[in-house]
């Protein structure tokens, strides 16, 4: 479904955040808040060493990135990988001049230790990502021939992070940093899409916590996904098929009223953690 936003001149082609009826008994395989998603799957352990998972949260100190108070929480400790992954609508992948955004709220993390979030194609291959490993001076976007340090340093005050794809290939990432309001720090990323086997389409999410340690000060916080495009971006068909505009809730506490960022920094990543 699509809609105005007004605010943003963009148009909101889905939208969820942790707020939503279908996380009012918990964050699971199957729920499907918002609409334009299809529901999320593998909320769980990567593979079965340490404990990992994720849970719907109501304790995150950062009200920055919280919608009424909840956000999604994943957690990994003791050799664990914590992860959670988010398909596009069936048979949809991100298009030329689309953007995808979400909030990110990372606590400590121990030396070693992996926060963050991966777009994949349809076979669970990371096409880009964006991450912070404890010990390293600054977040790091993985990309085609490797990853690069953003220069952005450790916060745990919330990070609103967009993707545009603005090449089949290509892409540009914005971070924005929350400690001083939105759209006041912000730094851009540009790369390549990482070759993978089963093509360049970005079709999933994936967000995960690897071993950043225990005790929920280490825990990873994410909320408010959005895909949008600016009305000239010359994609308004999703999945191949003309989304009518519908009322889809424009005031959607997804982005709480926020600008949708027009130009996203994107960055295209190896998995770190894997």
């Known amino acids: 479904m699509l809609c105005w936003g007004s605010a943003a001149r963009a148009l909101v082609i889905a939208a969820d955040d942790a707020s939503q009826a279908a996380y ?13 998603f299809n529901a999320w799957t593998n909320i769980g352990n990567q593979s079965g060493t340490g404990s990992g998972g994720g849970f719907q949260a109501n304790n995150n100190p950062n009200s920055q990135i919280n919608s009424s108070g909840q956000s999604w929480g994943v957690f990994g400790n003791g050799g664990g990988v914590g992860q959670a992954f988010r398909p596009f609508a069936s048979g949809s992948t991100l298009q030329v001049g689309w953007t995808f955004s979400l909030d990110m709220d990372n606590g400590l993390i121990d030396n070693g230790g992996t926060v963050g979030f991966g777009l994949q194609n349809s076979s669970s291959q990371n096409l880009a990502e964006f991450f912070f490993v404890g010990g390293d001076p600054s977040y790091k976007v993985n990309r085609s021939g490797g990853s690069v340090a953003s220069g952005v340093p450790f916060t745990d005050q919330g990070l609103h992070l967009s993707f545009t794809l603005t090449s089949a290939n290509s892409f540009s990432m914005s971070i924005d940093q929350l400690t001083d309001g939105l759209g006041t720090n912000v730094t851009n990323v540009t ?3 990482i070759t993978q086997s089963g093509g360049e389409s970005v079709s999933q999410l994936r967000v995960f916590n690897a071993n950043a340690g225990f005790n929920g000060v280490r825990d990873a916080f994410f909320n408010n996904l959005v ?13 191949g098929m003309i989304c009518g505009v519908v009322g889809i809730a424009c005031g959607f506490r997804a982005y709480r009223g926020r600008k949708i960022e027009t130009a996203l920094t994107t960055s295209n990543v190896d998995n770190p953690i894997e």
């Open 227 to 239: 895909i949008s495009v600016v009305p000239e971006a010359p994609a308004v068909a999703f999945g």
């Open 24 to 36: 009012n008994d918990g964050w699971q395989v199957g729920d499907n808040g918002g609409s334009g």
């Open 191 to 193: 790369g390549n899409l």
